[in-house]
């Protein structure tokens, strides 16, 4: 029988194929426009800015980022020679990404119209400039975007892109150990003769469970010579049998009884961590048995280390259904203090993208690059310092798709 193709995943390796040096093609099925409207040729002038005309009046638009915040910078000429920048009026608008709209006046300082407001990242809007000059008024509008795609919601969902909205967030600092799952001690019982003699019967075998008061041994005494039973001093697992009938018991051990109920995990702490991990600190233990990871307390850390430098810290563990088995190793998350965030965003969202590590915040089916200034990591999260508005929805996970999408569009960073 012929199996159904998901032609979704031809989609993405189309994508990746292209991103990765495939076609050198700057348009996309998803993308609106690429960084610096890259449907026309860009004039450039002698500055390295875009030239705009309108008959012979021209404006040279850069962004001047050479040891300052990047700002706008404009010359004027007309008839090709430089006008002055005072008797030029000049305001330009720009609309970002969901409608917000940044307003830049500009005042004469030299032989250029320098703006009043930083251009801060993503240089990706709609340009609309409004310049006076001897009575005359003369405007343009382009796109100028960068990092920006749209894709449908229709492909997304099937794709698997999540979204979040970015916002406070109390954070966990933890701590990642390994160590093993062993017998509760307290938990242990081991089954001698009260009085020396013969073994006569033993009624259970390694692995079975026994009940609190349920006959183990039937002893005949070397002394008296009349039998005696031992019964079980706890519900547990028959974990060690020593004994047969016919043998002499002495003062041997003839049976072991664990309370699997209860287990301990004993946890490496090594010594870069031991100031941090306190008696009472909370822990999510993983082991391959267990689903989901369970939760307990450190109850106890040692005073002094083994031979590889560690120290055990130990966990008492509730298992009452019998997942937990003694023996199995362990990967342990111990908490060691939380905080508050005024702004964080999930790890599994960040995509490098020029020199930066980003985010892609959505708008409707649209989707563009936030630079991101980071902080402190915790868990799947991490802080965000700067480049993110609280409540901005984000792609938090497959963004990579997104920023697939973005490069097979070859999108380029134009001043």
């Known amino acids: 029988m012929m199996k159904r193709i998901d032609l979704r995943w031809f989609w993405i390796l189309g994508m990746l194929l292209t991103a990765c040096g495939g076609s050198g093609s700057e348009t996309s099925t998803f993308v609106k426009g690429a960084h610096g409207d890259q449907a026309a040729e860009i004039q450039k002038g002698p500055h390295g800015g875009r030239l705009l005309a309108d008959d012979d009046f021209t404006l040279e638009l850069a962004i001047f980022e050479l040891g300052v915040l990047p700002e706008f910078r404009v010359w004027v000429t007309k008839d090709d020679q430089l006008v002055d920048p005072n008797e030029v009026v000049l305001r330009i608008k720009l609309t970002r990404l969901g409608n917000r709209v940044d307003e830049i006046d500009f005042h004469p300082r030299k032989d250029f119209l320098q703006g009043d407001t930083v251009i801060y990242e993503p240089h990706s809007f709609v340009v609309s400039i409004e310049a006076v000059h001897a009575g005359k008024k003369h405007s343009w ?22 979204t979040m909205i970015a916002g406070p967030m109390v954070l966990e600092d933890t701590v990642t150990v390994y160590g093993r799952l062993v017998s509760n001690p307290e938990r242990v019982r081991e ?223 134009d001043h």
């Open 141 to 162: 509008q382009y796109d100028n975007f960068e990092g920006r795609t749209a894709i449908s919601a229709e492909f997304a969902e099937s794709f698997g892109v999540e």
């Open 191 to 413: 089954i001698r003769a009260r009085f020396e003699g013969v073994v006569q019967t033993v009624a259970v075998q390694i692995g079975d469970f026994v009940r609190k008061g349920q006959t183990v041994l039937a002893i005949e005494s070397n002394e008296s010579l009349n039998s005696y039973t031992i019964t079980a001093p706890i519900d547990g697992v028959i974990t060690q049998r020593a004994a047969n009938p016919g043998e002499q018991t002495g003062d041997r051990l003839l049976l072991t009884i664990n309370d699997t109920s209860s287990v301990w995990a004993e946890l490496s702490i090594f010594p870069g961590d031991r100031s941090r991990i306190r008696v009472g600190a909370p822990v999510t233990i993983t082991d391959a048995t267990a689903d989901p990871p369970v939760s307990g307390v450190i109850s106890t850390v040692d005073v002094l280390a083994a031979a590889t430098q560690a120290v055990i810290a130990r966990v008492v563990l509730e298992n009452t259904d019998g997942h937990l088995l003694p023996g199995t190793y362990i990967s342990a998350e111990v908490t060691v203090g939380e905080y508050s965030m005024s702004l964080a965003v999930k790890r599994s969202g960040l995509q490098n993208f020029r020199d930066f590590t980003v985010v892609y915040a959505q708008v409707g089916e649209e989707y563009e690059v936030r630079m991101l200034e980071l902080g402190r990591q915790a868990g799947a999260y991490v802080e965000v310092l700067g480049g993110l508005e609280p409540g901005t929805r984000y792609v938090s996970e497959n963004s990579y798709l997104i920023k697939a999408d973005i490069e097979k569009a070859g999108a380029s960073h």
